[in-house]
């Protein structure tokens, strides 16, 4: 520590930035120079491994870090109901300016045309011009119309939102009971844009995947060993018990290659074994008694497992030796060289010597690189080809395994040519590459190995559905682009009738589409849908069923970042409409043409994988999707890396998963697994959705049809600003007469159930359109509540129109006719909302009882004699429903306002029910035969064409840890423990970084 202590050296790197696949810097100590890479530092959330300690320098810490500057800002985000509401209130207050400035305006006319012939109804002191009686009058009719504003719709808004987020925090059918963990709502204020879903961007590792790789199948010399075609004799699970190296966890159901192997009788499963137990980069140490490997992925993990079970068992390692444990018998080999893998290479090669002088070369890797480096007459080449297709049929990694002997005297020239090819200063790369073909060539095919990247518990039927509700699915992963497209195939985003499509291609379309004069204006738009269905356009538009796979480096390249201020965007329109002043539409600039270009394109795509992206170019991809496209979108991810795609999509899904609750804090919903995301959209969302829609239709209704009656009564008081209604039903009327039923409307109703909205997923369409609550509705509503106060009004009135009860007592007055039409009003919302209510309870229907009995009783007690004559001032209506109630012509009346009211309302819903009736019939018979299709098409996926087949050789995202376990920077030797020499692989530092180190300590 004082040698520590003492060090002083200085660094010089870059600033703080976002990109998490370079750094770059140099170390400055006892003037010598040391370069800093990516490959030389930790990046916060890291974890190191295999070794005791570690001596290190903090270059950024807090907001500085690379995980912190690709977190983002926090967005506040609201629902597209909500702001549609904020603007809807808005043309209300609008309407209600409006209404008060045309009565205000009667008022001054009727004063000066009728003022003389009725002095009882001057109640404007003279001298007042009709100017100003018509501004008295506008604030009078502003307060009389007060009730049209939806001043409790907020209230009521947020406690549906409350209620709904409890519904989703119960629903025990989204609770895991492994981890204890059930689903969440982490805001109350984004229920219903759940239902409105139309993109959904995911993560791959720890989101669709539990990032465990199972050993299932393999193909020897040509023959398949696992379970397969349902086979009952060889569906028993192995029994590793005579293996003392079994770890236990593996589970295969193939007892004969159990047999096979004890036997020895096969010498293609003795070098099939044995080349998975050395061809590799693992690290091996132990613990507990046990070993414990440590690999570069799981992929190579999962396969010198397999092996261990096996028999074959990986030991020690040194720097040019490898131990291995073969049915019990231990041998070592020395390790002459390591072709490492690279993103290219797509393999990777080991070359031994066993102690009897026999030099071999092993090689694994993808099937389509193996096969080009076979031997002319290479056995098994066909019965293994067509493996290969029934593991990809089955959504398995493949790898294809083979070997080569070599000469001693050819290899020891190739060494010298390699070793003089490693120390050169430049074209190092590619005069290495040269001498690995060289090597890499006739080789003898072993067999196949066929692994599992085991997805979540339902992934690809959660995935199938959201693809039938119409919801487009996009998966954002920082992994490699092979690894990203095996979980397309295995989570079913991919099929094998979609052309898979790359970067190169979307390139040569764009230069297509700027070569054939496309414009992108903000207000006309020449859409890339517009341009598929030319014929003469390139393979990418006209294909119908493509996938589209890019990487970050494509974004980078060919999309501008979102980062752009608001200045630089207006002087771009400015200089733009400066030069070319009929241009002022076109406000894009080319930047963004191009990025409107690739959204068409993209969205055009049944699925779009985008593989090696940092955490921001996620953002940007979900920011592009929002900017060019009006549609919801969602985005779904475990980890902190996930973070600043969650913030910027609308709504953000946190995975309670094994990567830390980063994630879950800054989402809006969290979740134990992928697969109850489906529960999420399609029954909570799509049911908030619903009722959130039939809320504010029924709420802007009753109180269209409530205020509006004040107008036409006013034509009739010769508009001096009296209420038709006694001030205690305008008091009562919103927050007892009509609010607690269109309340458990928006808590409890549902069109279908939970089941059958997961069943029929086209229901899920109408929230993606937006159609239960727009700009269209709400004037279909205003023109409702316009029609229903008419009938409200005049019915009774004309019914009141010079008639008296048959006990002499008149019910023609006023108060009367204020009274009837209260009664009338009440009972036609309440009427109105029992056509809204689609799934009758209980509380909705003691709702309905509790809002008649809460108007009677409260009218009865306002209009009492004993209130009138206490507050003779407040309470004015003395004896009136006692009076009207005892006659029978006023129930009536009463009756026949909210009959006709009613016929309407019932006949537009029938016409409705029977069109929609049909058109959900047709839809389901359309998703049965669908169903029956894809059924019968699973037999056709056995045989598959190559190009389609997914290696499971993902071992790096860069490359290889060959030169850290040749030059012994890896290897830390311990002290020899009992049974064998186990090794372990230290932290990854350079030779130079470890004289460094050395010398401090």
Known sequence: MDQLAQFNGRIICE??????????????????????????????????????????????????????????????????????????????????????????????????????????????????????????SFWGYVIILNSILPMSLYVTFELLHIAQSFFINWDLKMYCA???????????????????????????????????????????????????????????????????????????HDSSLVELIRSGSDPGVHEFFKLLAVCHTVMVEEKNGQLAYQAASPDEGALVTAARNFGYVFLSRTQDTITISELGVQRTYTMLAILDFNSFRKRMSVILEDSEGKIKLYCKGADAVIYERLCPKCPHKESTQMALDYFAAETLRTLCLAYKELDESYFKDW????????????????????????????????????????????????????????????????????????????????????????????????????????????????????????????????????????????????????????????????????????????????????????????????????????????????????KYKSAITLAIGDGANDVNMLKTAHIGVGISGQEGTQAVLSSDYSLAQFRYLERLLLVHGRWSYLRICKFLRYFLYKTFAFSFVQIWFAFFSGFSGLSVFE?????????????????????????????????????????QRNELFNYRIFLMILF?????????????????????????????????????????????????????????????????????????????????????????????????????????????????????????????????????????????????NKGQQISSNKVNHFNRDSSHRRSAYAFSQDKGYADLITSGASIRKKRPASGANTNSNAQRVSEGEKDVLQETL
């Open 784 to 928: 409702h509540g316009l029609l229903s106060s008419l009938v409200l009004f005049f019915i009774p009135y004309g019914a009141f129109l010079e008639i008296a009860g048959k006990d002499g007592a008149a019910v023609s007055d006023y108060q009367s006719l204020s009274t009837t039409i209260g009664t009338a009003v009440v009972l036609s919302v309440n009427a109105e909302v029992m056509l809204e209510i689609s799934y009758w309870t209980v509380p909705s229907t003691l709702s309905i009882i509790i809002s008649l009995g809460l108007y009677f009783c409260i009218t009865f007690l306002t209009q009492s004699s004993f209130l009138s004559q206490l507050k003779p001032d407040m309470f004015q209506f003395q004896g009136a429903a006692l009076n009207i109630f005892r006659q029978p012509y006023v129930w009536l009346t009463i009756l026949l306002t909210v009959a006709v009211n009613f016929i309407p309302s019932i006949t537009i819903r029938l016409i409705w029910g029977v069109f929609s009736s049909k058109g959900v019939g047709r839809a389901t018979y359309e998703d049965l």
């Open 15 to 136: 600033k703080p930035n976002c990109d998490l696949h370079s750094f770059t810097g140099t170390l400055f100590w006892k003037n010598q120079e040391f370069s800093l890479d990516n490959e030389k530092i930790l990046l916060r959330g890291c974890r190191i491994r295999n070794t005791e300690k570690c001596y290190g320098v903090v270059l950024f810490a807090g907001v500085d870090t690379k995980i912190m500057k690709n977190s983002g800002k926090y967005i506040l985000k609201k629902t597209r109901i909500e702001r549609l509401m904020n603007r809807v209130v808005l043309l209300v207050l609008l309407i209600l300016a409006g209404l008060a400035f045309c009565l205000a305006v009667g008022s001054a006319v009727w004063g000066v045309k009728f003022e003389k012939k009725v002095p009882y109804f001057d109640l404007v002191p003279d001298g007042f011009s009709p100017g100003y009686e018509g501004f008295l």
């Open 415 to 626: 060494n010298q040519r390699q070793h003089k090819a490693s120390v050169v200063l430049q074209n190092r790369g590619r005069l290495l590459e040269e001498l690995y073909e060289e090597i890499e060539t006739d080789l003898v095919l072993i067999g196949a190995t066929a692994i599992e990247d085991k997805l979540q518990d339902g992934v690809p039927e959660t995935i199938q559905n959201l693809k039938e509700a119409d919801i487009k699915i996009w998966v954002l992963t920082g992994d490699k682009k092979e690894t990203a497209i095996n979980i397309g195939y295995s989570c079913k985003l991919l099929s094998d009738r979609m052309v898979l499509f790359d970067g190169h291609d979307i390139s040569k379309t764009l230069e297509k589409l700027q070569k054939d004069n496309y414009t992108y204006k903000e207000n006309n738009i020449a859409t890339i849908s517009g341009a598929i269905s030319s014929s003469e356009q390139p393979d990418m538009l006209s294909c119908r069923n493509k996938a589209l796979i890019i990487t970050g480096s494509f974004l980078d390249k060919f999309i501008k970042r979102l980062k752009r201020s608001k200045r630089k965007k207006q002087c771009c329109w400015r200089l733009r409409t400066a030069i070319n002043p009929q241009s002022r539409e076109d406000v894009d600039c080319e930047e963004e043409a191009h990025e409107r270009a690739f959204v068409e394109l993209a969205c055009q795509c049944k699925a779009v994988i985008c593989c090696r992206v940092t955490p921001n170019q996620k953002a940007m991809v979900v920011q592009l999707v929002k």
């Open 727 to 767: 001030k205690w039903c305008i008091s009562f009327y919103k927050v007892a007469y009509s609010w607690l039923p269109i309340l458990l409307v928006g808590m409890l109703d549902q069109d279908v159930g939970d089941n059958l909205s997961i069943k029929h997923t086209k229901l899920y369409k109408i929230g």
């Open 178 to 252: 492994q981890r204890d963990c059930p689903a969440k709502a982490r805001t109350t204020t984004l229920n219903e844009e759940l239902g409105q879903i139309k993109y959904i961007f995911s993560d791959k590792t720890g989101t669709l995947t539990q990032n465990i790789m199972a050993f299932k199948k393999c193909s020897i010399s040509g023959r398949v060993y696992g379970n397969q075609f349902g086979d009952v004799n060889r569906a028993k699970v192995v029994d590793f018990s005579w293996n003392t190296f079994a770890d236990g966890k593996l589970t295969f």
